[in-house]
Structures are given as C-alpha cells and as structure tokens.
C-alpha cells in the first residue's frame, strides 16, 4: 500500500524567509503528486499539481519539484509571508487505471510565518 | 467556476439522530468522493461516485449511508453514529474517476456527535 511521508510535521519562520517542504512516498508508480493547503477547520485548496512525466511546476511564488524514481518531491515557498499560514499536504495519485482516482495523502506539514 | 459546495458548515447531532451532508458541483464532473479528516490527521477516503454509480466502499460502516441521486449532488445520509465518528466530511469531485484528474474539495461539514 502506498504511504506518504511529509518532513517536518512543522516549521515555524519569520516573514521573508525561503523554505522548503518535503514530501515521499513508497511506490513510485504513480500518476502524479498534488500539493494541497488546508487552512484550520476548512476544506483543501489545491496549490500545483505535477504529471508523473513532470519534473517541476510553478504558481507565483510556489515551485514543487517531483522525483519520481526517488519517490521525492519537495515544495519550495519564496519569500515566505504570514498568509502562507496553514497546513500544507502532499497527495499521490496511483497510476492510470488502477485506484479509480484513490488519493494517497501525508500527514501534512503545519507552517507559521510570523511577522 | 471550480467550486463545490457542502451544507451544512457544521452539525451537531446526538446518537440516536438521522442528519444528512450535502455537496453540491455544477462543473459537469462524473466522479464526486467523501473524505473523513479526523484532527490532525490526513483526509481518509470514504466513498467514490463514479457515473452515479457508487465504484469504490473503503469498508465504511453501514450507519454512513452515501447517495448521489443526480450528476450534481452527493449526500451522506448519517444514523446512530459514534462519538469517534466526529471529523471534518470532505467532498471532492472531478472530471471522472481517472487517475489523472484533479479533484476539487469542498470546505467541509464539521460534525460533532454527543
């Protein structure tokens, strides 16, 4: 069964900072990795979705990179400001045919951002 | 418009009530899913609609009771539940239930059963 691994569980910075999010998962059959941000209480707003055939995709300020064969992808947030405050979750697809659109989901990682 | 729309934003029931969850989508998706989120844990898959036919049961208990009686509308209708059973109810739906395809989630149903 799939399992996905989100590193750090939380990350607390000062406003301006760089940062990066990390995501793996143990079977590298997939058909692509989304990133999700949940705000407390409330439901998933996708942020960037990448193909299996994709090594990165970016939107605005949000890059995530995918290493397929590694089982890695990481989300890179510039210039980090306190809206970015919220729960970011990591979700692989399997791959075409087989999970009927079954999403496999990380614990997440729980960002702060203050001023 | 990308949005899907569930009612009631939060219910409080007690053991021995019947209550019902609606979503709503009018982006002509074919697939629409029901997520539990537990606190602090990630979105558990519940149950896929694929064409209105119910496709995928992840072994939900029988007092969650799922219906999509329409392309645009999914319900889950809710009987004896559990104190444990209180969770965020996510809906999602996409274009169909193919791996590729993106799902858009609703903002949930908060419930909380004494």
């Known amino acids: 069964k799939q399992e996905v691994t989100q590193i750090p569980a939380a990350l607390s910075v000062p406003e301006g900072e760089n940062l990066v999010l990390n995501c793996s998962f143990t079977?590298?059959?997939?058909?692509?990795l989304q990133w999700f941000r949940q705000d407390p209480g409330k439901g998933l707003t996708s942020l960037l979705l990448?193909?299996?055939?994709?090594r990165e995709q970016t939107s605005g300020r949000l890059n995530a990179s995918l290493d397929k064969s590694s089982g890695r992808s990481t989300l890179y947030i510039a210039a980090s400001q306190p809206g970015d405050s919220a729960t970011y979750l990591c979700?692989?697809?399997?791959?075409?045919?087989?999970?009927?659109?079954?999403?496999?989901f990380g614990r997440g990682t729980q960002l702060t951002v203050w001023p | 418009d990308t949005e899907v729309t569930q009612t009631p934003k939060h219910l409080v029931m007690g053991m021995t009530n019947k209550k019902s969850l609606k979503c709503e989508q009018h982006?002509?998706?074919?697939?629409m899913y029901w997520y539990k989120q537990k606190a602090k844990k990630p979105p558990e898959l519940m149950f896929v609609?694929?064409?209105?036919?119910?496709?995928i049961n992840e072994s939900v208990p029988s007092r969650f009771s799922p219906e999509c009686p329409n392309s645009s509308l999914l319900n889950l209708h809710l009987h004896a539940l559990q104190p444990e059973d209180s969770a965020l109810y996510l809906c999602?739906?996409?274009?169909?239930?193919?791996?590729?395809?993106?799902?858009?989630f609703g903002p949930g149903t908060r419930l909380l059963v004494l």
């Open positions: 999602a739906s996409s274009q169909v239930a193919e791996a590729e395809e993106t799902q858009y």
């Open positions: 609609y694929s064409y209105e036919k119910l496709s």
């Open positions: 079977d590298s059959a997939i058909y692509n």
């Open positions: 979700a692989v697809s399997g791959d075409r045919g087989s999970t009927l659109g079954r999403l496999y």
């Open positions: 982006m002509g998706h074919r697939a």
């Open positions: 990448i193909q299996s055939s994709q």
